[in-house]
């Protein structure tokens, strides 16, 4: 069978130039989206028991615009005034650039990155190794942001403000796609969260990057597309070639 729909399991794009949208159009293709996982807070009362006080802390380390929500919501519900001394490390310009939702930028003693948690660290964190750092993060997190910090001897606290859940994806029990797009282990744990019968049988599992690769492979699924490789860094690049190639040599059936 020729295939002809895909499921990504994210949220759909904002604007019409997603490289989706022209792999669909290449190969004319039907492409949907939905978010197989979704962020939800952690409470207050609940981040109470981790028993962390932010005013202990002079500078605070953001790896993501969801870090630096989050960050402002606890201390708004915990009636935290949060100092103007305050230092900000984040992991790109544009992550730094959202602090202006809450703060007053130009006021304030703002550093930031090329996108690379590494290089944050050792260009910048380093340089200022005598502050208390707080680290604001989801619980699931990539375990080298805290080990590279340790590996650095840096001060600093890990705090979990934020959690990576599962969406209700009822409503596609009885919706079947040729292809299943990943991005991360955690939306291969909401499938089967969602769907605990579910049997690959002909549909074809595409995932992005090697933790997500081995989560498809962990559970018991068989991995037909993997990005990024030396010849197709990127998803959409990865299903075209192999899409082209699956259709053609089933181009009479």
Known sequence: MKIKTILVSQPKPENDKSPYYELAEKNNLKVEFRPFIKVEGVEAKEFRQERINILDHTAVIFTSRTAIDHFFRICEELRVNVPDTMKYFCISES???YLQKYIVYRKRKIFFGNNSFKGLV????????????LLPLSDI????IPRILDNNKINYTKAIMYKTVSNDLSDLSDVNYDVLV??????IKSLFQ??????QNNTKIACF???TARAVKKAGLRLDVHAPTSETPSMTMALD???REHNKNNNKK
């Not at 969602?194 to 049997?199: A, C, E, I, L, T």
């Open 182 to 187: 990943f991005y991360s282990p955690t939306g």
């Open 194 to 199: 969602n769907f605990p019968d579910f049997v």
């Open 122 to 133: 050792e260009q910048d964190i380093t340089k200022h190794s005598s502050e208390k750092f």
């Open 241 to 243: 070639k192999y899409i």
């Open 209 to 211: 990057g090697p933790a």
């Open 141 to 144: 997190h990539k375990p080298e």
């Open 95 to 97: 992550v730094a650039l």
